[in-house]
């Protein structure tokens, strides 16, 4: 089997002249892709994160291509994350590079704060072919004050959505985290991490390792991934949402 290969490439942003007009990506990708999934990294790390790189690798592996990709304020050094709107449209030229790499079906999303800018994204205009989100730690309020404010949006995203969710995440309480897929109905799948933080880390006395919840994470993924694309090959159709 070819190892998955991992290449640089630049995204246009095609803004105004106040705003960068590119952002670097990653393309981690085995031979022959399933399919692809666009990867935002969180608010306080860029794409060459420890965990989104092994994520991605991870992925490669079990033979889904991932675009790691910059906000602009990580590429440029600043800590400070962008307005959303900005973060919107940077998702967006992201899901456009994507399909200029690959002609395999697109999944969004990303680590916590970059899962959230890609779903207010879809959820004010669909992005473009992307027949799925996938949340790796959907920031629901911040820590110490549960809420569920930030997940409003989601009412008004149409595809398929797959929450992974640490059970001692401190950014979702679980009971919330829980509700709210259950409000979403058949549009969400919640796939809980026994023990695991917002981080995905693990206490030594769970019995696992951060490695082992990592491995669980792209299992799930994969699954979900596949059963999307071959439920959409058995009907033959395609949702207006993933044409426009």
């Given at each position: 089997?070819?190892?998955?290969?991992?290449?640089?490439?630049?995204?246009?942003?095609?803004?105004?002249?106040?705003?960068?007009?590119?952002?670097?990506?990653?393309?981690?990708?085995?031979?022959?892709?399933?399919?692809?999934?666009?990867?935002?990294?969180?608010?306080?790390?860029?794409?060459?994160?420890?965990?989104?790189?092994?994520?991605?690798?991870?992925?490669?592996?079990?033979?889904?291509?991932?675009?790691?990709?910059?906000?602009?304020?990580?590429?440029?050094?600043?800590?400070?994350?962008?307005p959303p709107a900005l973060c919107h449209a940077t998702v967006r030229a992201a899901v456009r590079a994507a399909q200029r790499l690959t002609?395999?079906?697109?999944?969004?999303?990303?680590?916590?704060?970059?899962?959230?800018?890609?779903?207010?994204?879809?959820?004010?205009?669909?992005?473009?072919?992307?027949?799925?989100?996938?949340?790796?730690?959907?920031?629901?309020?911040?820590?110490?004050?549960?809420?569920?404010?930030?997940?409003?949006?989601?009412?008004?995203?149409?595809?398929?959505?797959?929450?992974?969710?640490?059970?001692?995440?401190?950014?979702?309480?679980?009971?919330?985290?829980?509700?709210?897929?259950?409000?979403?109905?058949?549009?969400?799948?919640?796939?809980?991490?026994?023990?695991?933080?917002?981080?995905?880390?693990?206490?030594?006395?769970?019995?696992?390792?951060?490695?082992?919840?990592?491995?669980?994470?792209?299992?799930?993924?994969?699954g979900w991934m596949r059963a999307l694309i071959e439920q959409r090959g058995a009907s033959g159709e395609q949702s207006a949402e993933e044409?426009?």
């Open positions: 089997m070819t190892a998955p290969t991992s290449e640089r490439i630049t995204i246009a942003l095609g803004g105004s002249a106040r705003e960068p007009a590119q952002v670097s990506g990653l393309w981690t990708s085995p031979a022959e892709p399933a399919a692809a999934f666009v990867f935002a990294h969180g608010a306080g790390a860029g794409m060459t994160h420890p965990f989104m790189t092994r994520m991605a690798e991870a992925l490669a592996a079990a033979g889904i291509a991932s675009l790691r990709y910059q906000f602009p304020y990580c590429e440029q050094g600043r800590r400070r994350p962008d002609d395999r079906p697109l999944f969004a999303g990303g680590k916590s704060f970059g899962g959230r800018m890609t779903s207010q994204a879809q959820a004010a205009q669909p992005l473009p072919g992307v027949r799925g989100l996938i949340f790796v730690g959907f920031p629901l309020h911040p820590a110490g004050r549960p809420s569920r404010a930030r997940a409003d949006h989601l009412a008004a995203v149409r595809i398929p959505m797959l929450f992974l969710q640490g059970t001692r995440d401190e950014l979702a309480e679980l009971s919330l985290i829980e509700a709210l897929c259950r409000e979403l109905g058949a549009r969400a799948t919640l796939h809980r991490s026994a023990d695991a933080d917002h981080a995905f880390h693990v206490p030594a006395r769970s019995g696992r390792s951060d490695a082992e919840v990592l491995a669980g994470l792209v299992r799930e993924c994969c044409s426009t």
